[in-house]
């Protein structure tokens, strides 16, 4: 049976005004707890800009059915309720896995399908891993870098060019595609 899909949840709250130390104390304060719940594999907190009172969590779990299950811990839904007269609207939370964070639009969850993602993807792996097997990888073993270390630099290179380039690019491509 296939392991299932890690899952990526992002959450927005915007903050009252002048209420942003309370909860970014609570929030400091909630995260060694949440680090203890089985599945839970990390989180990644991002603060408005100055000025701006919309703050961001992205949490990834080992699994959806972790996500559920955290929602309804005891533990979360006491933190929920301290944070939640510190909110200004409604939260606003949005899942993905696997790859599918790539082909989100912007503040709406990912409506597309797999194997439209799977093929813009090995459109771009096959486009980097030539680019490179052509140049980066004949450079480096010319000048006696060992095959594993050229290997793990190169592979090094195609996962960031395609999450800060080849991607990003190939989507805005695909875009009509993708998302009809």
Do not use: C
């Amino acid at each position: 049976m296939p392991e299932p899909a890690p899952v990526t949840v992002v959450i927005t709250r915007k903050v009252r005004p002048g209420r942003e130390e309370e909860f970014e104390r609570l929030v400091r304060e909630w995260v060694p707890t949440a680090v203890t719940f089985p599945g839970y594999l990390g989180v990644h907190m991002l603060r408005p800009p100055p000025g701006g009172n919309e703050y961001g969590a992205v949490l990834r779990f080992r699994a959806a059915s972790d996500w559920d299950a955290f929602r309804d811990w005891p533990a979360y839904r006491a933190f929920g309720a301290k944070v939640d007269p510190l909110i200004d609207g409604d939260t606003r939370i949005t899942t993905a896995t696997g790859m599918e964070i790539w082909f989100a639009p912007p503040g709406s969850p990912p409506p597309v399908p797999q194997w439209k993602m799977a093929v813009v993807t090995w459109l771009g792996v096959n486009a980097l891993t030539y680019a490179l097997g052509v140049t980066l990888m004949p450079f480096l073993l010319d000048r006696g870098f060992p095959f594993w270390a050229t290997l793990f630099l190169t592979n090094a290179v195609v996962v960031a060019g395609l999450t800060w380039a080849v991607m990003p690019g190939l989507v805005r491509a695909f875009r009509k595609w993708l998302f009809a």
